[in-house]
């Protein structure tokens, strides 16, 4: 099947699952799957929609399914309003959590800011240490000049006029300030290489507080792949344990101490910049982590996507991989990306449970954190409902152990296909394509032309 829309081709062979597009400059790209973190903004947004229709038409979930907003605002469980009133007497007045019990795209936007900040700092330091390194030859020039006037006043009683002493330092370069997402009245006008050099410059940046006049005016979504949105303190912690603890017996097992955790949990909430060393203990770091995510207003699956995520157990087999990824594709893009981050950690955790022998034939113990105790111990912080009253949750023992089996053996195949799970596959990418052509398509030709850049 040939279509033709704005001088742009679709060649589409449904036989062999063949989606291959025409720019408007000739080149042909051969869609084909994708990481949907290396999708547009725009393309990511549509990708949202095309998932939530997927979802209506072709899965019978029994359930009514509604697209997760972004930093919603959540009633506060009595445990956690007593923590927080507890917490209170020992906060300092101008503390303002940055990490802990916040939604967490304003987690992300705080480790923006405070990056922003650090970049601006050395930013500062640098130029004040160029400025120093240009005045220090002036200075031994200076310095010899005396030295060498001292000699000649012996011999000499004739004064000299004074030079100048002030330095001819060039002003300093004005400083490369990052673009914003481009205007698509000028893409068409790019040619090969300046879209690839415009695509190096325009890594969008995830949303940050502005103001009602920034907010309207800044409407458009970004033509690039948009910033990783994953909370500092989630990627400091997977990396500390896929570094050092790997090999360490029940990683999220074992008992913690509970001063080093708070420790570390009030170091994150103040924006300290934390580095974790080697002689963090595995324990408190894993703590760490599992606190972080139990403290969230808002599960990494959120409220809206419960049932839904529990419900795809009901289909067959094979509808049940490709229902979790269209979910998956529903979620806010800083829930996406951190999920991925959170079960590519877990598999490689699970991939080193079991004992095995290194390349000198001794015997390594396995750290025994097989996906299924890994969906035991994270599954009920990632995927949970809110309950109504305190009452309702004492109750009904009997269906919240079915609710729980089933929330783990949710996970444990999140765990065990995350990365099927995040790659977008090409007929998913048609119907986004289509969906821009029939409002934007130069945007579609820029797109194309950016994919055909990173095939080849």
């Known amino acids: 099947m040939v279509l033709f829309l704005n001088a742009v081709f679709l060649v589409h062979n449904s036989t062999f699952g063949d989606f291959t597009w025409n720019s408007m400059s000739g080149r042909s790209v ?12 725009l393309e990511r947004a549509r990708l949202q929609e095309v998932a939530f229709y997927q979802l209506q038409q072709d899965c019978d979930l029994g359930c009514q399914i509604t697209i997760p907003k972004d930093g919603q605002k959540r009633k506060k469980s009595l445990r956690k309003k007593l923590d927080s009133l507890g917490k209170e007497k020992n906060r300092d007045k101008e503390f303002v959590p940055q990490a802990f019990g916040m939604p967490l795209s304003q987690v992300i936007a705080n480790d923006r800011a405070y990056k922003l900040k650090q970049d601006s700092q050395r930013e500062e330091q640098k130029d004040v240490s160029d400025f120093v390194a240009s005045l220090l030859p002036f200075g031994t020039k200076r310095q010899n000049k005396e030295l060498s006037s001292s000699n000649s006043s ?11 002493t002030s ?22 006008d790019l040619d090969d290489n300046q879209s690839r050099l415009l695509e190096a410059l325009q890594l969008s940046l995830p949303a940050e507080a502005q103001s009602k006049k920034e ?37 999220f097992r074992v008992g913690s101490s509970k001063k080093r955790v708070r420790q570390l949990r009030e170091e994150f909430d103040r924006g300290v910049d934390v580095v974790l060393e080697e002689e963090h203990s595995i324990h408190d770091v894993a703590a760490l982590l599992k606190e972080f995510l139990r403290d ?68 390594v113990i396995g750290n025994k954190m097989t996906s299924l105790n890994l969906a035991t111990i994270f599954g009920p912080n990632l995927l949970h409902k809110q309950k109504s009253t305190d009452k309702e949750f004492t109750v009904q023992s009997s269906a919240r ?5 089933a929330i783990i053996a949710v996970v444990q195949k999140m765990i065990e296909n995350y990365e099927t799970l995040f790659m977008v596959p090409p007929d998913l990418q048609n119907e986004v394509l289509i969906s821009l052509l029939e409002t934007d398509p130069d945007v579609v030709d820029y797109l194309l032309r950016r994919k055909a850049s990173q095939s080849s």
């Open 401 to 405: 152990a079915e609710e729980s089996t």
């Open 154 to 164: 012996l011999s000499s009683t004739s004064e000299t006029p004074n030079e100048s």
């Open 30 to 41: 051969r869609l084909k799957s994708v990481p949907v973190q290396s999708l547009s903004e």
């Open 167 to 188: 330095p001819n330092t060039p002003e300093p370069a004005p400083r490369a300030r990052r673009r914003g997402a481009m205007s698509v009245d000028s893409i068409t």
């Open 296 to 363: 969230m207003p808002d599960p990494l699956l959120t409220k809206e996507l419960y049932t839904a995520f529990i419900n795809t157990l009901l289909l067959e087999p094979d509808e049940q991989l490709s229902t979790l990824q269209l979910l998956i594709y529903l979620l806010p893009p800083c829930n996406c990306d951190t999920l991925h981050r959170l079960l590519q950690f877990l598999f490689t955790v699970a991939s080193h449970a079991e004992d095995s022998t290194d390349k000198d034939g001794q015997e």
């Open 215 to 251: 907010k309207a005016r800044d409407k458009k979504l970004s033509l690039n792949p948009i910033y990783r949105q994953v909370p500092r303190l989630v990627d400091s912690c997977c990396q500390h344990v896929e570094k050092h603890g790997l090999q360490t017996v029940g990683i």
